[in-house]
């Protein structure tokens, strides 16, 4: 006799009875489970391929720019700014013993000097060598990239003035052998950056009075 569900000629022994029709064991089998497991638990689940997204490890020259001027031109100031901050805060200075408040209160790459109402100013931008030439390195290994020089010139143009070069030298427009071209950068790093002309000098000059007690 056939199953009602395949039509393959099986004996009568194997059949089944499911809502009036003769089915053999294995179709019977399947209709069971079908009944008795859900829908969601017989799916196939496609493992979904994670998006990774590129990290590009090229800088642009505005970002460069702004890293640098940061870096070597506003960084040590604004370390300063902050410690006289710091060792002038009642909480803070009862923390420090006296030994850390004079190494901290001694950090003076900026010195301020009056004169009958006139300013004048001292400021060693590099103070903080230890920290300021390992970032140029770093910035200057992307920027290379994004020229598509060897990376070994970092180690050379990430000297100060010398590194103008970096600051001014257009970048591939495409995909090179390094990667993706950099993104877009912040808005506050345009502004710094064309503005710098004037608001580095501003920045300077605010910092120094704050230094001096004038503000």
């Not at 050379?156 to 877009?184: H, M, Q, T």
Request: proline share 6%.
């Amino acid at each position: 006799m056939k199953c009602s569900s395949c039509n393959i000629q099986v004996d009568d022994g194997e059949l089944k009875l499911i809502e009036g029709d003769m089915v053999c064991k294995s179709c019977f089998k399947a209709q069971t489970d079908d009944a008795l497991v859900p829908n969601m638990m017989r799916k196939t689940f496609k493992p979904k391929l994670k998006h990774v997204s590129k990290k590009s490890s090229r800088v642009g020259r505005v970002e460069y720019t702004y890293f640098m001027l940061i870096t070597w031109l506003l960084l040590p100031v604004l370390v300063q700014v902050f410690l006289m901050w710091f060792v002038n805060n009642p909480v803070a200075n009862n923390l420090l013993n006296n030994d850390v408040h004079r190494f901290l209160v001694g950090f003076t790459p900026m010195q301020v000097n009056s004169n009958d109402g006139a300013y004048g100013f001292y400021y060693d931008v590099f103070a903080l060598w230890f920290i300021q030439i390992p970032l140029s390195v770093v910035f200057s290994d992307g920027r290379v990239k994004d020229i598509g020089w060897k990376p070994w010139l970092a180690f050379v143009l990430w000297l100060p003035l010398v590194n103008l070069i970096l600051c001014f030298k257009k970048g591939g427009d495409g995909e090179n052998s390094y990667g993706i071209p950099a993104p877009r950068v912040s808005l506050v790093a345009r502004i710094i950056v064309f503005g710098a002309p004037i608001l580095i000098p501003i920045i300077l000059i605010i910092c120094a009075l704050y230094i001096h007690g004038a503000i």
